[in-house]
């Protein structure tokens, strides 16, 4: 997935055909985008808050509770590299997860074994491919099929192995291949799995929906996300936890995005 600043596909592309000028490359804009990341971060919250933004820090969830995604996010968020607290009723405008057309088609394919060519969301693609439409993953009906190859390999990879963290993730050795050819699908941590927690600390799914609609569907215990957006409301008791920890409930010290705090 592509969701911080990727550079341009023929840009990409070309760095890609000299592994050494490519991974130099990686790496530059890693540690360039990290360091932006932490001193943004730093500057905006971490100056004012007790409970700190910790932009790289994964939390454990399950992924079996989370139900619901935000539709305001992408109005409300203008770069996913960099985490945000936001106030207002985002959190309350929400979509089912399982009333999403590509969820269940993965349900079709992966607990029902349906070609993918039965499923609704290859339909719609296919429709799209036809009236001239692309995405950064596909533009013809063989791109397609190499993106739903992937995505197999993706299905049977994690069933077998287990999740794994982007760190731990080896490509080209024992993951698939890449969707598409953004140099930010290298950036390790930003490309995990993306969730917002809103004002009661409801975790809501945001990006990263191949694994994350796998990893529902093989009712994984915990997988590791990246937070982007904290409700002000939630952030106020992230605070707490650092200053009174004794006037927040059970439920709440056990919350994954809390219960860190509280270690230290």
């Not at 550079?7 to 890693?30: F, R, T």
């Not at 305001?72 to 089912?96: A, M, Q």
């Not at 080896?170 to 598409?180: A, C, L, S, W």
Request: aromatic content about 12%; overall charge positive.
């Amino acid at each position: 997935m592509a969701v911080g600043l990727p550079l341009p596909d023929k840009i990409s592309s070309a760095l890609k055909k000299n592994n050494l000028v490519y991974n130099i490359s990686v790496n530059i804009y890693l540690k360039y985008i990290k360091t932006l990341v932490k001193l943004k971060t730093w500057f905006k919250y971490n100056r004012n808050n007790y409970a700190p933004i910790k932009p790289f820090k994964l939390i454990w969830v399950s992924p079996i509770n989370i139900e619901s995604r935000s539709k305001k996010t992408r109005d409300i968020v203008d770069n996913f590299f960099f985490p945000e607290i936001i106030e207002g009723n985002w959190d309350k405008e929400k979509e089912s997860m399982k009333e999403k057309t590509l969820f269940n088609s993965f349900k079709m394919r992966f607990t029902e074994n349906k070609p993918w060519e039965e499923t609704p969301s290859y339909k719609k693609m296919i429709k799209k491919i036809e009236k001239g439409e692309s995405s950064s993953w596909y533009g013809t009906k063989e791109e397609l099929l190499q993106v739903l190859e992937e995505t197999d390999k993706l299905y049977n990879n994690i069933s077998e192995n287990g999740y794994k963290t982007q760190k731990e993730i080896k490509f080209g050795k024992d993951y698939t291949k890449k969707f598409n050819n953004y140099i930010d699908n290298d950036l390790g941590i930003f490309n995990e799995i993306i969730v917002n927690i809103g004002r009661d600390g409801e975790i809501l799914f945001e990006e990263g929906y191949h694994r994350f609609y796998i990893s529902k569907i093989l009712e994984l215990d915990e997988i590791p996300v990246r937070v982007l957006v904290r409700h002000k409301k939630w952030q106020e008791k992230r605070n707490m936890a650092v200053l009174n920890p004794e006037k927040l409930s059970d439920e709440e010290k056990q919350h994954p995005d809390i219960e860190y705090l509280l270690e230290n």
